[in-house]
């Protein structure tokens, strides 16, 4: 399976993005889905994960609240809706597809299969 994430851009504190990450070669549908982020410095961090019905959704605490993970099989796409950014959310934003995850393993990066390229946000202040 390959992942293309796009979306990323710079924006302001306060203001939305809507990250896509498209899949091919594969479909997704039996995967369960996550989102990591990167900033300068730091080490990739968990975001966001989904099951792959789409029906159970986890998330970061910094992300609760103000980003939303969705999975839409038919187009083999899962999304990440971010809103109320903040300068801190600065990052590469990475999608990443795995088997089925434990809740314990869903934050570890190296638990899962297969990786986008990532997609930079930048939110200025």
């Known amino acids: 399976v390959q992942l293309q994430a796009s979306g990323g851009g710079l924006v302001q504190a306060g203001g939305s993005l809507r990250l896509s990450c498209a899949a091919s070669g594969a479909t997704i549908s039996r995967s369960a889905m996550g989102w990591f982020r990167q900033a300068p410095g730091k080490e990739r961090e968990f975001v966001a994960h989904?099951?792959?019905?789409?029906?159970?959704?986890y998330y970061a605490d910094f992300a609760q609240g103000r980003f939303t993970i969705a999975k839409d099989n038919a187009k083999n796409t899962v999304y990440l809706q971010m809103s109320s950014l903040k300068p801190e959310d600065t990052a590469v934003y990475y999608c990443?597809?795995?088997?089925?995850?434990?809740?314990?393993?869903?934050?570890?990066?190296?638990?899962?299969?297969?990786w986008g390229q990532g997609t930079l946000v930048t939110v200025s202040s």
């Open positions: 989904i099951r792959s019905s789409g029906g159970y959704t």
């Open positions: 990443a597809g795995s088997s089925y995850l434990i809740l314990s393993a869903i934050r570890d990066p190296q638990n899962y299969n297969y």
